[in-house]
Nanobody
Framework: QVMLVESGGGQVQPGGSLRVSCAASGRTFNRDTMAWFRQASGKERELVAAITWSGSRTYYADSVKGRFTISRDNAKNTVYLQMNSLKPEDTAVYYC?????????????????WGQGTQVTVSS
C-alpha cells in the first residue's frame, strides 16, 4: 500500500519555526516530484513548494519565498519543509504530494499520491 505520512505540525508563535516531514512508503519515490500544499479554512488548496527528484529544481509560492525551504532525502524516501519566520496567514493543513513526472506543476490533479495532512497553527 502506497502511503505518504506527514508529521511535525503543531502550534507556534508568529516569527517561530517548524519543520514538517513526509515519509513515503509502499514504493520508491526517488524519481517523483514531491510537493507541499496547504489548505486554510475556507480556501482552496494551494501549492507551497515543490522539488524535483534530483533536487535540482524547486518551486516556491511567492508568499513563502525566503522563509520556507523544501528538501528531500531519497535514501530515506522523505521530503521536508522547513518553515521559518512563520506568520498567522501560514496557518493551514499542510499536505505532502507526489507526482511521478519530472516537471513541477501547481495543478493538484496532477499529483497521484497524497498524505492525510498535518495542522500548522501560527498564533500568539
Amino acid at each position: 500500500q502506497v502511503m505518504l505520512v506527514e508529521s511535525g505540525g503543531g502550534q507556534v508563535q508568529p516569527g517561530g519555526s517548524l519543520r514538517v516531514s513526509c515519509a513515503a512508503s509502499g514504493r520508491t519515490f526517488n524519481r517523483d516530484t514531491m510537493a507541499w500544499f496547504r489548505q486554510a479554512s475556507g480556501k482552496e488548496r494551494e501549492l507551497v513548494a515543490a522539488i524535483t527528484w534530483s533536487g535540482s529544481r524547486t518551486y516556491y509560492a511567492d508568499s513563502v519565498k525566503g522563509r520556507f525551504t523544501i528538501s528531500r532525502d531519497n535514501a530515506k524516501n522523505t521530503v521536508y519543509l522547513q518553515m521559518n519566520s512563520l506568520k498567522p496567514e501560514d496557518t493551514a493543513v499542510y499536505y505532502c504530494a507526489a507526482d511521478p513526472r519530472s516537471s513541477i506543476t501547481i495543478m493538484t490533479s496532477e499529483y497521484n499520491y497524497w498524505g492525510q495532512g498535518t495542522q500548522v497553527t501560527v498564533s500568539s
